[in-house]
Each structure stands twice: as structure tokens, then as C-alpha cells.
């Protein structure tokens, strides 16, 4: 069975581009989470989608967005990209929104904002 | 605000020995703690978690152990490999929120031969 699957690997952009993020769940989960590792730092939320709505974000402005789409699959956008942008971007997935269930994370992509 | 934190930011140990990481919180309202290996240029991958209304869970070779009076969780590993060697986090989350998770800022993991 395919795991999390995120593309593309890594990624260099110039400060006010825009990105688009995309993550594939493993088959049969239709929560998606997106993570921001920031370089030394730990994982910090960013969104929630489950069942194509938005369930909750994290404490990031409104130029982080995302969607979820019927097949569960998800992307996140990043608008008017700032050098601090620069991080692992990370996508999990579980099998329910509200369960106890396990987070299966991607290997992410690597964003670099010059 | 509230947090998950870890007391030390790199652990260097003997291949065999035994391995303690250890975190603290402080948002006693947690449902779940959780353990997470990430080895390099990987995701973090699920360890081992840990109801609030427990003590103590064991997995193999692993255990987590649980103090709510001072807020306190740790990681044990025993007869450590080298591939263990990671950065460890802690996290927790509520039941209501799926896998929402709060991090701490990580542990290095270091096994010497």
C-alpha cells in the first residue's frame, strides 16, 4: 500500500511568488493535515481538511491556503511568498477527521523562498 | 500560551544502553501524547502514544510514561541501535480534534557504536 505521497521534492521560488503544494493520502484516509517545519524548529499546524471541508488552521496568516478535493486528495498555496516561507512543508493523513486514529506523514517538500 | 516542550536538545548514547527523552506540557487538558522518530529527510513517523488517564504504555522496546502531576512525559528505549539514532518530538492533541497536533521542539538522538 502507497504511503503519503507529496510533490514536488523540493522547490525554490522568489519572495512574492506563489506555490501550490500537493499531497496524495494513503488510500481509505480522508483527513489531510499540513505541517510548516521551519529549519531547527519543531512542526507547527497549519491546516486541517477532512471530507473536503476545512475542519480548522493554525496560527498562520490568510496567504496559506488549501482545499481538499473528492479523490481526499489536497494542495496547499502559499501567496506572496516571504524568505520565512522557506521550510519542510508536511502532509499526514488518518483515516478519520475525529478518531483515535494514527497521522501518517509524507517525506514533504522542501520550499526555499530567495 | 500553551505548549509541548523537550528539556534537552541533543542525547548522545552508548549502542545498548538504554535511552530516556524527555518533554514537558503544560495544556493538562490533552487527551493523547504521542512520540515521533524523524530521521533524516523523512516524515515523522508514529511511535508509540499515551492516553491521559494512563501511566504507562509499552510497545516493543519502547515505553512511554505519563506524570500528570507535573506534567511530564518521556520516551524510554531500550538497547538502543543505530537506527534509532533520530530527532524524537513529542506531541499531543485532543479527542476532538483528530490529529491536530501541538509539537515540541525535538530531541536529537545520537547512537554511538
Known amino acids: 500500500e502507497a504511503g503519503v505521497t507529496q510533490s514536488p521534492t523540493h522547490l525554490i521560488k522568489t519572495r512574492g511568488q506563489q506555490v501550490t503544494l500537493r499531497c496524495s493520502p494513503i488510500?481509505?484516509?480522508?483527513?489531510v493535515y499540513w505541517y510548516q517545519q521551519a529549519l531547527g524548529l519543531g512542526l507547527q499546524f497549519l491546516l486541517w481538511?477532512?471530507?473536503?471541508?476545512?475542519?480548522n488552521r493554525g496560527n498562520f496568516p490568510p496567504r496559506f491556503s488549501g482545499r481538499q478535493f473528492p479523490n481526499y486528495s489536497s494542495e496547499l498555496n502559499v501567496n506572496a511568498l516571504e524568505l520565512e516561507d522557506s521550510a519542510l512543508y508536511l502532509c499526514?493523513?488518518?483515516?478519520?477527521?475525529?478518531?483515535?486514529?494514527?497521522?501518517?506523514f509524507g517525506q514533504g517538500t522542501r520550499l526555499t523562498v530567495v | 500560551g500553551e505548549s509541548v516542550g523537550l528539556h534537552l536538545p541533543t542525547l548522545s548514547v552508548q549502542e545498548g544502553d538504554n535511552s530516556i527523552i524527555n518533554c514537558a506540557y503544560s495544556?493538562?487538558?490533552?487527551?493523547?501524547f504521542i512520540w515521533y522518530k524523524q530521521e533524516s529527510g523523512k516524515g515523522p513517523q508514529f511511535i508509540i502514544d499515551?492516553?491521559?488517564?494512563?501511566d504507562k504504555r509499552q510497545g516493543q522496546r519502547v515505553t512511554v510514561l505519563l506524570n500528570k502531576t507535573v506534567k511530564h512525559l518521556s520516551l524510554q528505549i531500550a538497547a538502543t541501535q543505530p537506527g534509532d539514532s533520530a530527532v524524537y518530538f513529542c506531541?499531543?492533541?485532543?479527542?476532538?480534534?483528530?490529529?491536530?497536533?501541538?509539537f515540541g521542539g525535538g530531541t536529537r538522538l545520537m547512537v554511538k557504536p
Open positions: 499526514a493523513s488518518s483515516r478519520s477527521g475525529r478518531l483515535n486514529t494514527e497521522a501518517f
Open positions: 488510500s481509505g484516509h480522508t483527513s
Open positions: 481538511y477532512d471530507e473536503g471541508e476545512e475542519r
Open positions: 495544556n493538562s487538558a490533552s487527551d493523547y
Open positions: 499515551i492516553r491521559s488517564n494512563m
Open positions: 506531541a499531543e492533541r485532543r479527542e476532538w480534534a483528530g490529529n491536530m497536533l501541538t
